[in-house]
């Protein structure tokens, strides 16, 4: 397996304090990385944009939107706007421009945790998202962000199982995927009811003051070990990606 094969980046400028985002530069990260899927951030979910990442095999565009408005001390700032309402029209709108653009595969619920706990919405407003994804696309996927920190406690994922058909799951560190086969039957080592429901998939944060080991191929033949060990304790209870 290699980078080309497994990996996704985000595309998208954002969190440059003081600057807005140009659109002119998306697709050019999947190009240095050499890979074909996207997760598309910080941007309006427009044309434009998606005709920019045409090129590509799948496209997933964030429905829990990063925006940017003006600071108070110059420049701009940005903020997640996570409110239901947001999340729910976001995702009619890709699941529109899908049709269109037959790349979109799905919708991207970021920090979807954190943002359920800060709007006070459960398990009810998942499935009306997951609803609203799909509207004009059946094929759609809820791609949906899980922290390595957040897998307790258990009950909170349990009820929005049926809506998560991807977990991309962050873990801060390559250091950290010796555990990382633990850390995934944690997560979806448990009884599901139902077919399986989830793919999984691993994101790695790595910064540029890491060893020059820490390398895409490395990382990803790393984290392939680690699913593999995880595989043979979930017992079929999820699809792996």
Request: charged share 25%; hydrophobic share 40%; glycine share 10%.
């Amino acid at each position: 397996m290699n980078m080309a094969d497994a990996g996704w980046v985000w595309e998208g400028q954002g969190l440059d304090p003081g600057v807005h985002p140009s659109i002119f530069g998306v697709g050019d990260g999947a190009e240095f990385f050499g890979v074909r899927r996207v997760h598309f951030l910080f941007h309006d979910t427009t044309p434009l944009a998606l005709r920019r990442l045409a090129h590509l095999d799948e496209v997933v565009p964030d429905i829990s939107k990063w925006r940017f408005r003006d600071s108070e001390n110059g420049g701009s700032e940005c903020y997640c706007d996570g409110r239901p309402e947001t999340v729910r029209a976001e995702a009619e709108k890709v699941s529109q421009f899908s049709l269109e653009f037959p790349n979109v595969t799905g919708g991207y619920y970021d920090d979807m945790k954190g943002l359920m706990t800060k709007f006070g919405h459960g398990a009810a407003e998942c499935a009306r998202i997951h609803d609203a994804l799909r509207s004009e696309n059946k094929n759609l996927k809820l791609h949906t962000v899980v922290y390595s920190h957040e897998l307790d406690p258990p009950g909170f994922w349990l009820p929005l199982l049926p809506y998560m058909d991807v977990v991309t799951f962050w873990v801060w560190g390559y250091e950290r995927l010796a555990t990382l086969a633990e850390l995934l039957v944690d997560l979806i080592g448990r009884p599901i009811e139902g077919p399986p429901l989830l793919q999984v998939g691993v994101t790695i944060g790595v910064s540029i003051a890491e060893p020059a080991t820490a390398t895409g191929d490395v990382l990803v033949d790393r984290a392939d070990a680690a699913l593999l060990a995880a595989k043979s304790e979930a017992k079929g209870t999820v699809r792996f990606a």
